[in-house]
């Protein structure tokens, strides 16, 4: 049996990503008190041959607050006994919130005649503290549209081999912002940047030419290959403390050409190691 545990922020895709699982076929439901989790997982696991083989409930700041500042303790006790397979918090910037709810006129659950939206948003984020702490992965739908939000349910969640790690690489452009939902974060803008060649500026870091450009420069060659060494190191060992997602940023000034390429070399590099890879350029997108 699967059980996947989906939280967030209201606005943020919460709703996107379990239509997405139900339609990769699991039984969902909505808004599940958190008291009545242990019970759920409880009732799915019976017998040999459960009914529902793959599951997933989503959790929202609807709950009591006494009942979410248990959550983690409870989420840990259901690991320890095999039942949670995944827990993902999704979240955006407040500033998309807003506007997502202002664009749809969608009234923000904890609003209030006494609380703004902008105040339920921040209310919202402190009772869901708790939560995000002890998610195995965040998604950060700021930059990512719902059909890019499906695709890494797909890809990134669903097609998870059981114990085995998700490493991402993404590229981006720091003058766009940083992934918060990075778990490390390399620059790269102080490699030769190929913007300044009229040739290759209108292509990206997947292109022939420019991936010539940048393997020929040996800062560049110095900079895969220190990268290259640190994860090689230290990945198992975030892999041996249970690590179910990781997510390596890789960020250039306008995420075009140095993250895109350092990406793509890393993901193939990797794809070899015993983890499920996968490699998104965020500005491509």
């Known amino acids: 049996m699967r059980l996947i545990v989906v939280s967030g922020l209201s606005g943020s895709g919460k709703s996107v990503a379990m239509h997405a699982l139900e339609d990769l076929g699991?039984?969902?439901?909505?808004?599940?008190?958190?008291?009545?989790?242990?019970?759920?997982?409880?009732?799915?696991?019976?017998?040999?041959?459960?009914?529902?083989?793959?599951?997933?409930?989503?959790?929202?700041?609807?709950?009591?607050v006494a009942s979410l500042r248990g959550f983690p303790e409870m989420i840990e006790?259901?690991?320890?006994?095999?039942?949670?397979?995944?827990?993902?918090?999704?979240?955006?910037?407040?500033?998309?919130?807003?506007?997502?709810?202002?664009?749809?006129?969608?009234?923000?659950?904890?609003?209030?005649?006494?609380?703004?939206?902008?105040?339920?948003?921040?209310?919202?984020?402190?009772?869901?503290?708790?939560?995000?702490?002890?998610?195995?992965?965040?998604?950060?739908?700021?930059?990512?549209?719902?059909?890019?939000?499906?695709?890494?349910?797909?890809?990134?969640?669903?097609?998870?081999?059981?114990?085995?790690?998700?490493?991402?690489?993404?590229?981006?452009?720091?003058?766009?912002?940083?992934?918060?939902?990075?778990?490390?974060?390399?620059?790269?803008?102080?490699l030769p940047n190929p913007y300044w060649n009229p040739e290759l500026r209108p292509l990206t870091g997947r292109a022939p030419e420019v991936a010539n450009f940048l393997s020929a420069q040996a800062p560049v060659e110095e900079m895969y290959g220190d990268l290259e060494h640190l994860l090689e190191r230290w990945l198992p060992e975030f892999e041996a403390d249970n690590r179910a997602y990781m997510t390596i940023a890789i960020g250039c000034t306008g995420g075009q050409h140095r993250s895109v390429y350092l990406a793509e070399r890393l993901a193939k590099h990797f794809a070899k190691a015993p983890a499920e890879v996968l490699v998104r350029h965020r500005e491509l997108s």
């Not at 503290?129 to 739908?141: E, G, K, S």
């Not at 790690?165 to 940083?178: Q, V, W």
């Open 77 to 190: 006790k259901l690991r320890a006994e095999s039942v949670i397979s995944d827990f993902l918090f999704v979240e955006a910037d407040d500033d998309i919130l807003i506007k997502r709810f202002s664009e749809t006129r969608r009234k923000h659950p904890l609003t209030t005649d006494q609380m703004s939206l902008a105040e339920a948003i921040q209310r919202e984020r402190e009772v869901l503290t708790p939560l995000r702490r002890c998610a195995d992965i965040c998604i950060d739908t700021s930059r990512t549209n719902l059909h890019q939000l499906r695709d890494l349910m797909r890809q990134r969640v669903d097609r998870r081999p059981t114990q085995r790690l998700s490493l991402l690489f993404e590229s981006f452009g720091f003058k766009h912002g940083i992934p918060t939902d990075a778990d490390m974060v390399f620059d790269v803008r102080c």
């Open 26 to 64: 699991y039984y969902c439901i909505d808004n599940l008190p958190v008291n009545l989790l242990p019970a759920f997982a409880e009732e799915l696991s019976k017998g040999e041959q459960p009914v529902h083989k793959r599951a997933a409930v989503s959790i929202d700041a609807r709950n009591p």
